[in-house]
């Protein structure tokens, strides 16, 4: 199934595998269901996700679309990364990512220059957003991982907000790898499984899901069908 984008460019709908598209994150609203309940949504921009290399088992040793959003001017493009989008008809984009498709997958329709549509789903179907999340710099124990802290009673001394004991006596005589402990907290890829899709709007290019989706507004948000159906 295919149509016209309104970038202009033939659309083609990613049906092999989990199927996919990107999105930018446009901020969060409120929606009334069919039954009169306000349902709280995020807003997904639809923006232009354009097939800029297919790559195939025989020539890239698996099958796989390359697809580049946000698009650069030319004046900001590498010279290698502007020959790269020349071959679609663009000057460069911000964000490149791959779809990784099935060994057996059927490529037919999957060329280089068309943008990925996003009716593959449909309202009320489910599916998994992947994004980056906010950032929150160098945070202790208690913030990133909810620990309860030190005592708070009379005589506790700069122990109400540690993560107490890390390790043991001289027998291992060492902290073990990936103890919880302070470090940096987000900005971290994170995946929200199971997401409802409230509406998808293709003639103006937008998407409204159940709930709210790790990253800041603008920043760029991979949809795919679920990996585990909840019902």
């Known amino acids: 199934m295919s149509n016209t984008a309104q970038s202009g460019r033939e659309s083609v ?14 901020g969060m609203t409120q929606v009334y269901g069919s039954d009169g309940e306000l349902i709280a949504v995020t807003v997904i921009d639809l ?19 390359q697809v580049g959003l946000l698009d650069k001017r030319a004046g900001l493009a590498t010279r290698p990364e502007a020959g790269h989008a020349k071959k679609v008809g663009a000057t460069g984009f911000y964000h490149y990512q791959e779809f990784r498709l099935p060994a057996d997958a059927k490529m037919e329709g999957l060329t280089a ?3 990925l549509s996003a009716d593959f789903v449909k309202e009320g179907d489910l599916v998994d957003l992947t ?6 710099g160098f945070q202790g124990g208690m913030k990133r991982y909810h620990m309860a802290g030190g005592y708070k009673t009379h005589g506790a001394s700069l122990v109400h907000r540690s993560i107490g004991s890390i390790g043991n006596r001289a027998d ?8 919880k402990m302070p470090g940096q907290m ?5 995946t ?4 409802r899709v409230v509406k998808v709007d293709l003639e103006n290019q937008t998407m409204l899901v159940h709930g709210s989706v790790p990253g800041s507004k603008s920043a760029v948000v991979t949809i795919v069908r679920t990996v585990k159906n909840s019902e």
């Open 172 to 179: 291992p005589g060492k902290t073990f790898k990936n103890k």
């Open 13 to 26: 709908t990613l049906t092999q595998g989990r199927g996919g598209v990107l999105g930018v994150k446009a």
């Open 192 to 195: 929200v499984q199971n997401v």
């Open 47 to 65: 923006k232009p996700t354009v097939i800029t290399q297919v790559k195939t088992t025989a020539l890239n040793g698996y099958n796989a679309i």
């Open 131 to 136: 994004s980056v999340s906010k950032g929150k």
């Open 113 to 115: 220059g068309k943008a």
């Open 186 to 190: 987000g900005n971290a890829r994170t």
